[in-house]
């Protein structure tokens, strides 16, 4: 076999296409949305995926105020967080986190699913995630896509 005839090809910062990507989260499973969107941002659904260069693509989400959990998740689940101070942890459930922040519900999924690394804090820049229909990145021309 002729060895010289291929060769593989890792992509780095200048030679990797990024595109932008609008998501309609309306009615969609916020884990089953979390986890394709986590995946465009990676660059996973690109034959030039690379680990370590981020190659994935800018993505607008809309309407995430509408996304739906199952089961009993939008009462049970809880989201932990510490204010730093002694007795200072706090808990709230998705019903009202969607309430106070609508955005903060699914940027906590898809950040949880993102590498917890450098790169990982750099990809999570490539999230743009509104609560209702409009988005100010029409200058980037994005492209709607049906997860």
């Not at 790169?119 to 209702?132: D, E, I, Q, R, S």
Request: with cysteine; glycine share 8%; proline share 5%.
């Amino acid at each position: 076999m002729n060895t010289l005839s291929y060769k593989t090809v890792s992509a780095n910062a200048k030679t990797v296409n990024k595109q932008w990507v609008v998501v309609d989260a309306e009615g969609e499973i916020l884990g089953r949305l979390s986890s394709k969107i986590a995946m465009i941002i990676r660059g996973k659904n690109k034959p030039e995926y690379t680990p370590h260069v981020d190659c994935g693509d800018n993505v607008i989400v809309i309407n995430a105020d509408k996304v739906k959990l199952t089961g009993s998740k939008m009462v049970d689940k809880t989201y932990v967080r510490y204010t730093g101070y002694p007795g200072g942890q706090r808990f709230i459930s998705p019903k009202e986190l969607l309430e106070k922040h609508p955005r903060r519900v699914v940027e906590k999924a898809v950040r949880g699913m993102l590498p917890k690394t450098k790169l990982g804090k750099k990809l999570y820049t490539n999230l743009f995630v509104y609560a209702g229909a409009e988005h100010p990145h029409a200058a980037q021309s994005p492209k709607t896509i049906k997860l």
